[in-house]
């Protein structure tokens, strides 16, 4: 194949998350470093805040476009892409329709009932890799069924890639320290991801930039709050505490590499800060997380705590103490160092038999 290929990314889109967006931007990123000269676009619902800034091309359609099922194979019937990304995305019939338009296909799992929904025998038959991006120990193991009805099929089993990030780079590094008056390893990192959650009537991050200011009046610490893209306000002023509107995946990614600490959400973030070896603690933001964040505080890898102010305060306390800074070092030391963007960049190589061509 020619060292250009076309690629479509379809995540899911909407006006309360964005870590599907926020990946599948980690994954165009890294294909446009190896391969420059690709063509990246993508498909986004209209109403989520973060379309507007999406550095690729973009086709908007006004839902997420799993529900727009005729919409996005008009799409790929145009486009004729090489690969299409489904990032929890996607009906059957828009699998269907991209593996007979002769993409090659991908879909991405984040938690069970969306992995087993890919692996049902219509999707799978159309999928040609299916990427589970959570750690094992998060998500589990397949079951015995799910693999002999794969192998009857010839469809190849889930590959668990794990966290999907970029390395932080050096360079950025400095460079954003400087923009934001920042020491390395002298601050706190806040994010509750996209910036549109709601906890009841408040939103998560107002609650997060409480607890900021707060932690800093006790301890002196610099704070900084990365309220996300679908925050529908203007920014607070806080004492000791830097905000920020909103950050491409790899600025974050270095600004939390070189913070102290972090206070994430249970999403994306929260694998990355732990794969990235960051002492956190992980608040739940939405339904999905409370289980990813208890397997994590079994480990040993976070700590945990209700969306409340006084024990999120209590909890960023803790995280300080020498002796737990210690103890999630170690256990995060034992876990395997993270190739998720590694994995997905060869498994792209083998479908679009591109090995060797940069």
Known sequence: MSVAPKFLFVPVSCEEGIGEYMRSTIVADEIMQRWPQAQVEFVLNSRAPYAKHCPYPTHLVNDTPTKRVKEVNQLVSQLKPDLVIFDAAGRKAQLKHANRSGAKVVFISQHRRKRAR???????????????????????????????????????????????????????????QKTYGL???????????????????????????????????????????????????????????????????????????????????????????????VPTLAVAVSKDQPKRIQRCVQRGLALS???????????????????????????????????GLDICMAEIERLLGLTGER
């Not at 009805?149 to 590094?173: H, M, V, W």
């Open 183 to 277: 020491e390395p390893k002298g601050y706190l990192l806040y994010s509750t991801g996209s910036g549109g959650h709601y906890i009841g009537s408040t939103l998560a991050a107002e609650r997060f930039a409480q607890v900021a200011q707060a932690c800093y009046r006790k301890t002196g610490i610099p704070c900084v709050m990365v309220f996300g893209p679908n925050y529908p306000k203007d920014l607070p002023q806080l004492e000791g505490v830097v905000a920020i509107e909103r950050l491409s995946s790899l600025e974050f990614i270095n600004l939390l590499d070189s913070a102290a600490g972090a206070v994430l959400s249970g999403g994306d973030t929260l694998l990355q800060a732990i794969a990235l070896k």
């Open 118 to 176: 890919g692996m049902k025998l219509e999707r799978a038959l159309v999928t040609d890799s299916h990427w589970v991006v959570q750690p094992e120990f998060v998500i589990g193991d397949i079951s015995r069924f799910d693999r002999f009805k794969l192998n009857l099929i010839n469809r190849a089993e889930p590959i668990f890639t794990g966290s999907i990030f970029a390395r932080p780079d050096s360079a950025l590094q400095q460079a954003l």
């Open 305 to 339: 705590c209700d969306i409340e102010l006084d024990a999120m305060c209590a909890q960023v306390q803790s995280l300080l103490e020498p002796k737990t800074v210690q103890q999630l070092g170690a256990n995060m030391d034992r876990e395997a160092e993270a190739k």
